[in-house]
């Protein structure tokens, strides 16, 4: 007896210790390294309003000064010198981790010895006119150096000369007109494109592909001035000197061209620069207006066809080839000299570690360097990434932690084509696959001062509107109202107009690799422009030297509380996603958005009837996958209603179906032509980057399908991208269904 009591007491010992040891853990899940406790047991009970009081507009705009007082092009020792500034400044705000990370990618500038410029030759070859080789620097800003002149990254160079021919925006509809119903041909001459209405990669391609040796990129007054506003310094319109840079890729989301879909680091084998994925094969060079109206002037050839090929410079508009009358001698020549060469970026990548599932990452990026000052791209955004760090930073220097990892990023090179965040997620490929719940972009803040604008995918949709609903209008006028309110009063969308617009996810911005090619969920959202009333493209300053520190305090935002409440929807995107239970996406909101896109594409095909007829071409397997999801949404969330939070197990699961619902909608082999895009809902315009179009695969496919020699094999490609989409869709499906 007395040895049968020992060995049970000895079992009552051992029970009593593996259950202190399994509390330990459980208590080891909400405590913080140091012992502090952290945000999800409760110890800090309405963290998310002291997220939203601690951040201040006077930050913001002292952060937006400091970071555009010199130029930070990609590559320069200015910009490193921000990103170490960056770097320390995140350590000092408490974040966990901060470090740099670099890649070594190709990049593109100018030639200081040579300069590029464009000019107009007489019948004997003699350049009579030059354009201009810098823009006249803002006021304050005179003796500032490391400036470069307005360029095109990554044209080729080379010295050509040529007829001149005025394609109008450039835009595939555009080369149609000329060629197809005016018999002009572009081939061998030298085009002249405005500004706007598609990225300037997409004009450069479609020259290109007319047969055009050069092209010249301009902005007109129709598109980059306001009625009624003065030029900077004056108002905010661009000035007649003002003079637009940006490359001109067609990366269709590879990253660095030399290394594409890997890391670029010194182990990376590399292409030849002359073999890199997206680089032109035709000299590009940008010009200011002034200049512009000097070329364009004396134009021969027929006639703009319509009010729409004509801007607001004081010429014709006529199409050419060449110029007119007395001045039909003269042609156009293009001196090129831009070099492209391997140089090192940095990445700032920092992070707040979570409390209870570490392994769960919100990315909060957008990208540091700029053309010149960047007082608006991307300094507007990247002033709210340093506010929205630091805030987060104070939190938990006071005891908070977030539930999941939140990982910030200050990328590097976006603007050579979104380099620094694309060769991240290249390294990180795997890890993010099985970790990253969300990406939040944070590019610039504004574009415009008259009211919300949000992209995302439809997943976020109502975590969008519950915190529009909470936070207070920045507008005039609508102070008393809601920042919901005054959006849905400004921008109904056109589809459910009792809702605001939430638009597509398309390029443009760091959040593509995060979603075309991982599916990882994304948002992005910042203020905008009238789209009822202001129809110039972009904001008119864009990627001039005169985007300042001083437009944005003077003409955009004096108060500096738009950039506020863009900075608090953005770090409520943050907050919710990394602490919440329950992630909070709802997946109706997918299925009504796929039967939206659904009817979109078939109404679409209608406009080819006997077609759809003769090569039997059916839907019908589309709509169906669609009507599939929509009942295992539904499914979905009826369960997730009933969901036992208290049963850890669960939760987790529920919440990895809801992760992986976006991955679910990729296909590993990529669009058609576009490997590097994924996403079989989503993608960027094959025609305009910047758009998002949805069921691209079909949409692609039936683009200007009724020109095509071989109308069966056409069509056939219709009925494969149709089944991608219908497997894709019921595929996604699956993974709501409970599990076995």
Known sequence: MPRRKVSLCSWLGLFALLALFALGILVGWSVKPGGQSAGPAGAYPDARRHLFTEMKAANIKEFLRSFTKFPHVAGTEQNLHLAKEIQAQWKNFGLDTAKLVHYDVLLSYPNESAPNYVSITDERGNEIFNTSLFEAPPPGYENVSGVLPPYNAFSPQGVLTADLVYVNYGRTEDFFKLEREMGINCTGKIVIARYGKIFRGN???????????????????????????????????????????????????????????????????????????????????????????????????????????????????????????????????????????????????????????????????????????????????????????????????????????????????????????????EENNKILHARAVAYVNTDSSIEGNYTLRVDCSPLLNQLVYRLAKELSSPDEGYESKSLYESWLEKDPSPESPHLPRINKLGSGSDFEAYFQRLGITSVRARYTKNRKLDKFSSYPLYHTIYETFELVERFYDPTFRKQLSVARIRAGLVYELADSQVFPFNCQDYAEALGSYAQEIYSLAQKHKTELVTYEVSFDALFSSVANFTAAAADFHQRLSQLDTSNLLAVRSVNDQLMLLERAFTDPLGLPGRQFYRHVIFAPSSHNKYAGVSFPGIYDAMFDIASKEDQRKVWQEVKRQISIAAFTVQAAAGTLTAAV
């Open 203 to 425: 004009k450069v391609k479609n020259a290109m592909l007319a047969g055009a040796k050069g092209i010249i990129l301009y902005s007109d007054p129709a598109d980059y001035c306001a009625p009624g506003v003065n030029p900077y310094p004056d108002g905010w319109n661009l000035p007649g000197g003002g003079v637009q840079r940006g490359n001109v890729l067609n990366l269709n989301g590879a990253g660095d061209p030399l290394t594409p879909g890997y890391p670029a680091k010194e182990y990376t084998f590399r292409y030849e620069v002359n073999d890199g994925v997206g680089i032109p094969r035709i000299p590009v060079h940008p010009i200011g207006y002034y200049d512009a109206e000097i070329l364009l002037r004396f134009m021969g050839g027929p006639a703009a066809p319509d009010e729409t090929w004509k801007g607001k410079l004081n010429v014709s508009y006529n199409i050419g080839p060449g110029f007119a009358g007395s001045h039909s001698a003269r042609k156009v020549r293009m001196h090129i000299h831009t070099i492209s060469k391997l140089t090192r970026i940095y990445n700032v990548i920092g992070t707040i570690k979570g409390a209870v599932e570490r392994d769960r990452y919100i990315i909060f990026g957008g990208h540091r360097d700029s053309w010149v000052f960047g007082g608006i791209d991307p300094t507007t955004g990247a002033a709210v990434l340093q506010e929205v760090v630091r805030s987060f930073g104070k939190m938990v220097m006071r005891g908070w932690r977030p539930r999941r990892t939140i990982v910030f990023a200050s990328w590097d090179a976006e603007e050579f084509g979104l380099l620094g965040s694309t060769e991240w997620a």
